[in-house]
């Protein structure tokens, strides 16, 4: 944990002991008794039922384990599903009146998009499949939306460098 002391500043706890706290401060390490000595966290903290630790780690560390529960895409890893060939591309959406600017958009941004669609989409299946209050008859309806959805979104399934990763039709 990093802490701050009020005489030598920033610095890491590195031991615990139940008479002091063995301090690494950037000009060494340092025993310190962290009730007389005014030490505070040099970062907010959280605590769960007896769990302390410093507020990103936990943040970091749920957002972590939400991203993968739910699917989703990392940004590093937006452009692996696209096809070779789109990559580095761009759309251009061109309006009718010439006298119009057109749109272009980073065809691998457009991609990411879409796939953290189809990745929502796929959570919203899941979630209904699990669902304990809706009856079978509404699990079915609610999976012919996702259906026709997927099948709205076929159309783009030529940016996809492999097949498993398309949206169904």
Known sequence: MDIVHPQYGRGTVKAINEYAAEILFADGRKPVDPDASEVVPAEASASLAGLSV???????????????????????????ELGRRWQ?????????????????????????????????????????NTSETLTSAEKFDWQQYITRCYGSMTTFNLLFKDKEGQFGG
């Open 88 to 128: 580095g591309g761009k759309m251009v959406i061109q309006p009718a009146d010439p006298g119009l600017q057109p749109k272009e958009v980073e065809l691998d941004v457009f991609f990411h998009k879409l796939v953290m669609m189809r990745n929502q989409l796929r959570v919203l299946e899941q979630k209904i």
């Open 54 to 80: 410093p507020l990103r780690a936990f943040i970091e560390q749920t957002v972590e384990v939400m991203v993968e529960r739910l699917g989703l895409e990392r940004p590093e890893g937006r452009v692996t």
